[in-house]
């Protein structure tokens, strides 16, 4: 089985800095692209940001110049660095990726971790 944790969430004071952080371990036989996503109370989830296995970046215009994603192959790790919080970031982040597992490609999910920010 595939498992993504993600971790690095928390709460964090408007103008401030978090690093988030998610592992994909198991049966993994490659990795395609890794993106991170947010989901805010009575929204729908968006995409925050997305890096290909090639390391090309994607990132939504609300994010752009603020947030930046990186991965580590060797790792199976994608990480979103995130500064100039704002209020408006407040969510439940979640990490996803589209990977191989011996017998298919297909997309999974983590479990989320809240992200806060305060004013």
């Known amino acids: 089985q595939v498992q993504l944790v993600e971790s690095g969430g928390g709460l964090v004071q408007a103008g401030g800095s978090l690093r988030l952080s998610c592992v994909a371990s198991?049966?993994?036989?490659?990795?395609?692209?890794m993106g991170w996503y947010r989901q805010a109370p009575g929204k729908e989830r968006e995409l925050v940001a997305d890096?290909?296995?090639?390391?090309?970046?994607n990132y939504a215009d609300s994010v752009k110049g603020r947030f930046t994603i990186s991965r580590d192959n060797a790792k199976n790790t994608v990480y979103l660095q995130m500064n100039s919080l704002k209020p408006e970031d407040t969510a439940v982040y979640y990490c996803k990726a589209a990977l191989y597992n011996g017998d298919r490609w297909a997309d999974y999910w983590g479990q989320g971790t809240q992200v806060t920010v305060s004013s």
């Open positions: 890096i290909t296995g090639g390391s090309s970046t």
């Open positions: 198991g049966r993994i036989f490659g990795i395609n692209t």
